[in-house]
């Protein structure tokens, strides 16, 4: 378990204290409606409400529905003997192009930040099988059955987020749950950081994860041992890309969560174009901190919340004066995906 990531610091200019959430009213289904239920969801909503006016990351303790610590270990570790595979059978599992998003991605194959160039990491991405073939070909044995338990329940507890969200921001419950019908654009990337060589900091170590914002609605994120490495920009006014003038700050959780039972929800830059900039989102990295993180594998899990192809996304009236035309979220998705394999080819 990482001690710098679960420091007792509190926030400062370099760090940044993840809120605790409590979205269980949300996400465990309950056949009573009654009023206290009705209190606790109007609690979370403006919980969240509060976090993701200022920046998009907050956290949520497991379980959450079917999220559960005890599947999320399991889940991870699958996803370790993935990646502990030798490279021959790694490349083997390689479907990775932009049009299918599916598959192994190797190392180097992705650069966020055209400056500090490819990131240091490899990733295996799953889609929805309503939707899509993910080939399993080549993968451990118990990989495909653990990561669609695990699917199923992402997909119960995205669907309560959704219903969250839009009662958050005031408008109809089911505004964006309605728009996650078919998961086509969903997708689970398991990452793996490697070991690496430090270079004395992190500005001149290797990037594991360029900076960026997420594309689509929101990302729930699972960090195995809640190791650091993570940063933010805490954003300010309509600020969606990395601003030069905004301090990163070191994502922390509360010393009072045990990392391997949380989760990181994360609002992405649709949702801030969605809610006309109501909601942040926010600018994030992964940097290798310490020799110590150096020397260690990092492993997360991320799931990309993103509305089905067809949907429109169109600013409510309720907020405001469009900042924003309409535009299809499939169109939307595809233009960002884009930005980052040309970027890789420059
Ligand atoms: O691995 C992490 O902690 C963050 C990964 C991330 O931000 C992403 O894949 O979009
Ligand atoms: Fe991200």
Redesign the pocket.
Known sequence: MSALSRGMMSDDANTLVLSPVNLSAYATRSSVNSDSQEERRKLAASSWNDVCTRHGFSIATLPLGRITPELLARTFDVAKQLFTLDDDAKMKLRRHNPADNMGYAPLGGEA?DTVRGADR?E?FNVRSRRCHTNDYTGCPPDFQPVVEEFWDALEDTARALATCAADAIGVESDFFAKTLKSWEHCTI?F?H?PACDFGGDEDSSPI??GC?T?FGLF?L?F?KDG?S??QLKAVDGSVEHDDPNLPWRN?QLPASEDPNGVV?L?TGALLARWTNDAWRATA???VVPSEAQARQS?????F?VDPDPEMEVAVHEKLGTPKYAPILAGEYLRMRLDEIHLAQKK
């Open positions: 966020h990491k990733a990337r990452l950081y594991r994860c960026h997420d990302t994120l960090v190791e490495g993570l994502v990181m994360n994030h990295r992964v990092r492993y997360s899990i991320a990309f």
